[in-house]
T-cell receptor
Framework: AQSVTQLDSHVSVSEGTPVLLRCNYS??????LFWYVQHPNKGLQLLLK??????LVKGINGFEAEFKKSETSFHLTKPSAHMSDAAEYFC??????????????FGRGTQLTVWP | DSGVTQTPKHLITATGQRVTLRCSPR?????VYWYQQSLDQGLQFLIQ???????AKGNILERFSAQQFPDLHSELNLSSLELGDSALYFC?????????????FGPGTRLTVL
């Protein structure tokens, strides 16, 4: 079975400090993993995706994530937070085979607050 | 702008009613996915269509149905509405049926059932 656990429902940081949003996954197969961001009253935007190439994935707006199979983790990081990063972030796992091929499994989301 | 459009943006209706949500995928995308986002359930996959045919089913209630038309737009029909159906409904599209490529999300339709 596939599932995603986002370890923090809320994260608060000061502008200019590093961001760490944690995600652990469970997958029966080789997973593809994504991070999406949702700004208030907006749809979801893809930040980055891992599809079994390089384990360190760079995304938009300075975000990156590292796939660690041994830890079943895919944590999202950014060296320096910006006010515009305040949003909700979703870690997503997708099956690449089986009866639920293509189905996205979403974490519950992490709300990131950035203080000036 | 993802290229996926959804109408209407907001919908307010009463319990027991029926509504239709519409989604137009990105140009060239053959797959359409529907998702429901609610406070208690989070984001849930409802159903996927690929080139007019149902491809995968998720946590979709029997009161809900969807279809994809020859021009590839899709409609999600919600009937016998209950208060608990109030949610944000997203559609997403991708080029292939597998869904392992990026899914591009529309802005959503916010449904309020009174």
């Amino acid at each position: 079975a596939q599932s995603v656990t986002q370890l923090d429902s809320h994260v608060s940081v000061s502008e200019g400090t590093p961001v760490l949003l944690r995600c652990n996954y469970s997958s029966s197969y080789s997973p593809s993993l994504f991070w999406y961001v949702q700004h208030p009253n907006k749809g979801l935007q893809l930040l980055l995706k891992y599809t079994s190439a390089a384990t360190l994935v760079k995304g938009i707006n300075g975000f990156e994530a590292e796939f660690k199979k041994s830890e079943t983790s895919f944590h999202l990081t950014k060296p320096s937070a910006h006010m515009s990063d305040a949003a909700e972030y979703f870690c997503v796992v997708i099956n690449d085979r089986g009866s639920t091929l293509g189905r996205l499994y979403f974490g519950r989301g992490t709300q990131l607050t950035v203080w000036p | 702008d993802s290229g996926v459009t959804q109408t209407p943006k907001h919908l307010i209706t009463a319990t027991g009613q029926r509504v239709t949500l519409r989604c137009s995928p990105r140009s060239g995308d053959l797959s359409v996915y529907w998702y429901q986002q609610s406070l208690d359930q989070g984001l849930q996959f409802l159903i996927q269509y690929y080139n007019g045919e149902e491809r995968a089913k998720g946590n979709i209630l029997e009161r809900f149905s969807a279809q994809q038309f020859p021009d590839l737009h899709s409609e999600l029909n919600l009937s016998s509405l209950e208060l608990g159906d109030s949610a944000l409904y997203f559609c997403a599209s991708s080029p292939t049926p597998t869904g392992t490529d990026t899914q591009y999300f529309g802005p959503g339709t916010r449904l309020t059932v009174l």
